[in-house]
Structures are given as structure tokens and as C-alpha cells.
């Protein structure tokens, strides 16, 4: 099957660390991140701004990597606060502000859902009482995958 080339997959944090620092670590997976960066490159991965903030938090390398790649970063606007607000008002315990976790969540789902994005994430799919990025995702009619799942989507071997 061949790559939809419409598609645009919007990352979460949870897996670009899972990414990074695990799973497809630089060092040895250095086709992985080419992979990306020409998804990049081509306009098809980005991620939104709040993402950007958690990535300079938890990890330096990944920052400056992601600094380097024109186009990932996609800037907050009008329609996103419009969509970020009522995830809030929906599902308010997406964030978890006693963990002072999760902060990107609502700016993830809403980029996708404004822009027509696939969410790519790494969390558990999550139910009314303890929401995850995928249970809204479902609710508001946004794709959402997997890291892996976007490796198989693409057709990427390694």
C-alpha cells in the first residue's frame, strides 16, 4: 500500500520522546530520522507549539533536532484557542494539573482537528473519566495513531 501523500500527522510529545530516547534512538536508528525529517520537509509532520515547550523541558538533544527542521513548529492561532477551549470545557481532566502533566494534550487534538491532521501518539486509549489524547481524538472525529502505526502508514523499513 502506498503512502496517502495528503497525509499530515500532527506528533505528540509522548512520541517523539518514545522516539528519541527509546525506541528509534539516533544513534542507531539514523534512517528513522531522515524518514522523518523528509516527512518534515515535505510538509506532512509538524507539531504544535505546546509540544515544542514539553520537548525543551524533558529533553535538550531533541530540541535542538527539532529547532533544526523548517516547517515542524506550527503556530497557535485564532481557530485552535477556539477548539483548545472547548476540549477544555469538555474534558477537563485531559490535563492532569495535580501532575502538572499533559499540558500539550488539548493543543495536539486541536491542531489535528483544525487542519485536517492525524495524531500520532503513545498514550493508552484513555475513557470519559480519565481522558487521553486518543479517547478525544474518537470523540471529535480526529484520526489517531501510533508512532508504529505511522511507520506501517508509510511503508517505512529499516
Avoid: H
Avoid at 481557530?79 to 499533559?102: A, C, S, T
Amino acid at each position: 500500500m502506498e503512502p496517502d501523500p495528503r497525509q499530515t500527522y500532527c506528533l505528540d510529545t509522548s512520541s517523539l520522546l518514545e522516539a528519541w530516547g527509546r525506541s528509534y534512538r539516533p544513534a542507531n536508528w539514523p534512517s528513522f530520522w531522515m524518514k522523518l525529517e523528509k516527512l518534515i520537509a515535505d510538509g506532512r509532520c509538524v507539531i504544535c507549539e505546546e509540544v515544542k515547550t514539553e520537548i525543551e523541558d524533558d529533553a535538550a538533544n531533541l530540541i535542538d533536532w527539532a529547532r533544526k527542521q523548517p516547517g515542524f513548529l506550527v503556530n497557535y492561532d485564532r481557530d485552535q484557542e477556539l477548539v483548545v477551549k472547548q476540549i477544555m470545557r469538555d474534558y477537563p481532566r485531559l490535563v492532569n494539573l495535580n501532575r502538572n502533566k499533559g499540558w500539550a494534550d488539548p493543543f495536539v487534538v486541536a491542531l489535528a482537528k483544525c487542519r485536517g491532521y492525524t495524531v500520532v501518539t503513545e498514550e493508552g486509549p484513555g475513557a470519559a473519566e480519565g481522558p487521553k489524547i486518543p479517547f478525544v481524538c474518537k470523540k471529535l472525529g480526529v484520526s489517531c495513531i501510533s508512532l508504529v502505526s505511522m511507520i506501517e502508514q508509510e511503508g517505512w523499513t529499516f
